[in-house]
């Protein structure tokens, strides 16, 4: 698994989760820089994101940004 690839597998829930069809996901992404990032959305993010990846809610909370989670789902070593 890599950087990309976990890029690639968390398009389609930022696309729904954020009403955005055409979102461009990067490593500094936070609710700082995107408009629709707030509370509701960014629960339902976490919820698919665990889901996908079955990773504990804990684990997902200490992201500051999309590069933080995507340093969690690379530590976990897991394959979706």
């Keep these: ?37 707030n509370s509701v959305t960014h629960l339902t ?3 698919e ?3 996908f990846y079955n990773i504990k809610l804990k684990e997902l909370t200490l992201m500051k940004n999309v590069g933080d989670m995507i340093q969690i789902i690379l530590g976990r070593n897991l394959g979706a």
């Design 45 to 47: 993010m976490i919820r």
């Design 49 to 51: 994101v665990k889901l």
């Design 1 to 37: 698994m890599t950087q990309e690839s976990i890029k690639l597998d968390l398009q389609p829930i930022f696309v729904t989760v954020f009403s955005e069809p055409n979102i461009l996901i990067t490593e500094n992404m936070n609710a700082k820089n995107l408009d629709k990032w």
